[in-house]
């Protein structure tokens, strides 16, 4: 059987990861500021990681929703007290696109509504609701095309206001900073008067924290520098650290209903052993600090780097979620990189970088990344 070719790969074989390095099947070292699609949120490989995820497979991986796991308490708790939102509820699932999924459901359970207003280049899953609220028409299929989403601008309050106003507006899904998108930020204005219209007109108000949340800018979440407090939160990727793993925190205004929402494998013990472990190494290597002082420390020296090298035209981002604008296509320098310079990078859009790397980097790292960055500008 062959694989499904939907992935256009780098003829590299990553077998080895520690920390912000990754290695190949030759014995090549990689600096990773990539994070495996910012899903490395601790580092490769952390042993604390190792430890907690074998003991407890050790013990059992895997037992059925129908039970107590008193694993999925523990995370709820803790979560909460690390997050600021100690009053909210947990649903736990798989993956990123499940999680949006699961938030616009429950939207429409509570509020009997169908429309949803999403931002253009929004990036918020492959699944049939995500996709929908996804800006990207190449990847939308027709059986998901069902008309229940309007696309608006970014930080045009006044476009969101004129559609809110018509009062049948289900809910808002917002990144405050977009990824696929090319790292777009929602300004302060912007979301502080989504977040009043949303409560005006009974519409309840997501964001996607799957990838610029749990600690990546800076802030556990990145709405908290933005002063809003959203009725649903979304996360995944780095919660447990490459372990698939999703979550949808849910404000304490919205009564669970037996039956309304589920799934098999969500929570598992095994799922909730790594999530731990996540959070214990944030905690104990203060991660979401990390991420503001060297993303600020980075974002600094590419903003340098711009002075001289003209093919950079903006640098933009908070903590370590950085877009690198390029006037020449991004595959210029990314293949390059990886392959003469040996560094992961992401990209966005067709000209920019992005730069999604373990919440643990260092500032020597960060001075290795600009090193190389220059020497295939
Ligand atoms: C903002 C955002 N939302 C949702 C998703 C979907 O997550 P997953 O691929 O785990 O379904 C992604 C993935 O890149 C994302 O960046």
Redesign the pocket.
């Known amino acids: 059987m062959n694989l499904f070719d939907v992935y256009p790969l780098f003829d590299v074989n990553i077998v080895k990861g520690k920390g912000c390095k990754v290695w190949d099947d030759k014995g090549q070292e990689y600096l990773d500021l990539y994070g495996g699609?910012?899903?490395i949120s601790i580092g490769h490989s952390h042993p604390h990681y190792i430890q907690k995820v074998t003991e407890q497979l050790q013990k059992i991986g895997f037992y059925s929703n129908s039970v107590i796991n008193k694993l999925q308490v523990q995370l709820a708790d803790r979560l909460g007290r690390i997050s600021g939102y100690d009053d909210y509820q947990l649903f736990l699932i798989?993956?990123?696109?499940?999680?949006?999924e699961n938030a616009l459901k429950l939207a429409s359970f509570t509020n009997g509504r169908t429309r949803v207003l999403s931002a253009e280049k929004?990036?918020?899953?492959?699944?049939s609701l995500?996709v929908e609220v996804?800006n990207n028409p190449k990847i939308i299929a027709p059986i998901n095309a069902n008309g229940h989403v309007t696309y608006l601008p970014l930080n045009d309050l006044p476009a969101w206001e004129n559609e809110l106003k018509k009062g049948d507006v289900c809910a808002v899904i917002l990144?405050c900073i977009?990824?696929?998108g090319g790292i777009k930020l929602a300004t302060k204005e912007f979301a502080q008067g989504l977040q009043k219209l949303c409560k005006q007109h009974g519409t309840i108000l997501i964001c996607?924290?799957?990838?610029?949340g749990y600690g990546r800018s800076g802030k556990f979440f990145a709405h908290q520098w933005l002063d809003i407090r959203p009725d649903i939160i979304?996360v995944?990727?780095g919660i447990a650290n490459g372990f698939?793993m999703?979550a949808v925190l849910i404000s304490p205004e919205f009564k669970p209903v037996y039956g309304q929402l589920g799934t098999t494998f969500g929570g598992n013990h095994l799922a909730c052993a790594a999530a731990l472990a996540v959070l214990d190494v944030f905690e104990t290597e203060n991660l979401v600090e990390n991420a503001r002082e060297v993303g600020d420390y980075l974002i600094e020296k590419l903003k340098e780097l711009q002075k001289t090298q003209t093919h950079i035209q903006d640098v933009r981002g908070r903590g370590l979620m950085i877009g690198i604008d390029l006037d020449i296509p991004h595959k210029d320098v990314r293949v390059p990189l990886i392959h003469q310079e040996h560094c992961f990078t992401g990209c966005a859009g067709t000209n920019i970088l992005r730069l999604l790397p373990p919440l643990c980097l260092t500032k020597a790292d960060a001075d290795e990344f600009i090193e190389r960055f220059q020497k295939v500008l």
Do not use: L, M, Y
């Open positions: 699609h910012a899903v798989n993956s990123g696109a499940e999680a949006n929004a990036f918020h899953g492959r699944t995500a996804t990144e977009q990824g696929v996607d924290e799957i990838q610029c979304t995944a990727k698939p999703g």
